[in-house]
């Protein structure tokens, strides 16, 4: 499975911006693709993650409301629809798979793909 996250760039504080992630391989059901982030300096942290199948989603409580995932089954993407963003959302966003279904934890997906970088101004 490859990942390929694009779609950041540098935005002030309030304003909108949409992720996308190219995913090759094929998925099922059972699968997960998720957002994790990293500042400099920080761990690798939980953003959101989707069911493939059913299209759940779960989100860490700092996005939550803010942000919004979504996948489109035919074209094996995934996207990240960030709203209200706050500097402290500055960091490098990368899409992940996990094979397992959801999880919060970035150390039990099985892939990350290389990253984009948004960058918040105040």
């Known amino acids: 499975v490859q990942l390929q996250a694009s779609g950041g760039g540098l935005v002030q504080a309030g304003d909108s911006l949409r992720l996308s992630c190219a995913a090759s391989g094929r998925f099922y059901s059972s699968h997960a693709m998720g957002w994790s982030r990293q500042a400099p300096g920080t761990k690798r942290e939980f953003v959101a993650a989707i069911r493939w199948g059913a299209g759940t989603t779960v989100y860490a409580d700092s996005v939550k409301g803010r942000f919004t995932i979504s996948r489109d089954k035919a074209q094996n993407t995934v996207s990240l629809q960030m709203n209200s963003l706050k500097p402290e959302d500055t960091a490098v966003y990368h899409c992940?798979?996990?094979?397992?279904?959801?999880?919060?934890?970035?150390?039990?997906?099985?892939?990350w793909g290389q990253g984009t970088l948004v960058t918040v101004s105040s």
């Open positions: 992940g798979v996990r094979f397992r279904g959801v999880s919060y934890i970035p150390e039990e997906y099985d892939n």
